[in-house]
């Protein structure tokens, strides 16, 4: 059974144009994606592409003026507004994109476990003692110098802020966890240990969706890689699957995200990918830039089909 379970998601902006219009911005279409307990799931793609979109729908912090249709599912639930809140900070931990999500008023010590939750409580501080354990893991588990605790956000580092954050999202017993671009600027030594400690975060039973565009670093500990394109996965392949040539790839924009990079011949991909705003694509999204494309692929979108261990949105994968 998945621990979050996602099925027609899509998701879209309205504003307002002019003196009496509005516009409407489609930035998810039609999106499904599944995490199991013990499993990190790492979405790759392009700016653009939905992903951060994607876990501000998780959490339920969309902005007021979004639109939100098709379904999201956790422990087999329906991940309603109401549930959100109650599991937001406790069940369900959000790594994000930006380190100013610190509160730049209080010594980082405190905010790793400044608070507790419990069923129908209200927050409350901690003792000095947690405190103290708190400065004890961003000593031993992050990496950072003794006495980080002490300091205020400003004082940090970008990277030493990040490693922040993911002790913070990982100080409880979060059975969900959300990491939208957490790793930029961290040491690679330093990286390395991080993504170490999420693998065994997984193997504890934790979910975790792995939002980056480093999918080398991804492959080091991912179980499977989600590739978005315009608003959807058009992959899910088995981290094994990224290998040689991208022979075993099924999708072909997931075979040049991966010739692309540096290590395997840093092949460029002609064109680009389409704007939000463009309006909702009734083909491929990639097939003006594929050059197996044929009229089907611009008339008719592609379901996301099983093919050979793995999900594909492609008429043409056997």
Not at 36 to 41: A, K, L, R, S, T
Not at 146 to 151: A, D, F, N, W
Not at 245 to 270: C, I, M, S, V
Request: hydrophobic content about 35%; some cysteine.
């Amino acid at each position: 059974m998945a621990l979050l379970d996602i099925q027609g998601l899509s998701v879209s902006f309205r504003r307002a144009r002019g003196w009496f219009g509005h516009e409407r911005t489609d930035v998810i279409q039609n999106l499904d994606l599944s995490i199991n307990e013990g499993e990190i799931v790492a979405i790759v793609g392009a700016s653009g592409s939905g992903k951060s979109v994607l876990a501000q729908a998780i959490m339920g912090i969309l902005p007021a003026n979004a639109k939100l249709e098709g379904s999201i599912s956790y422990n087999n639930e329906p991940l309603t507004p109401e549930r959100q809140l109650q599991l937001r900070g406790d069940e369900l931990m959000l790594i994000p994109q930006s380190v100013s999500y610190l509160d730049p008023l209080m010594k980082v010590g405190r905010q790793v476990q400044s608070v507790s939750r419990g069923a129908g409580q209200k927050r409350r501080f901690k003792t000095q003692s947690h405190v103290k354990k708190s400065e004890q893991e961003l000593t031993e588990r992050y990496q950072l110098p003794r006495g980080t605790g002490e300091k205020y956000p400003f004082e940090l580092s970008g990277g030493m802020a990040r490693r922040v954050l993911m002790a913070t999202a990982t100080s409880g017993q979060p059975k969900l966890i959300i990491a939208d671009e957490p790793t930029p600027g961290i040491h690679p030594e330093v990286l390395a240990e991080t993504m170490k400690q999420f693998r065994e975060l997984a193997d504890q039973g934790v979910g975790i969706l792995w939002i980056t565009h480093d999918v080398t670093t991804a492959l080091t500990a991912a179980d499977r890689i989600a590739v978005f394109y315009a608003g959807a996965n058009v992959e899910t392949a088995q981290v094994d699957d990224f290998t040689g040539n991208g022979e075993r790839l099924r999708h072909p924009y997931t075979k040049a995200l991966w010739n692309a990079l540096p290590q395997n011949g840093f092949q460029p991909l002609p064109g680009s990918q389409p704007l939000a705003g463009q309006g909702i694509i009734r083909g491929c999204s990639f097939a003006p830039r594929c050059s197996a494309a044929t009229a089907a692929c611009i008339s008719e979108r592609p379901p996301l089909r099983q093919i050979r261990g793995g999900e594909v949105r492609c008429l043409h994968v056997t």
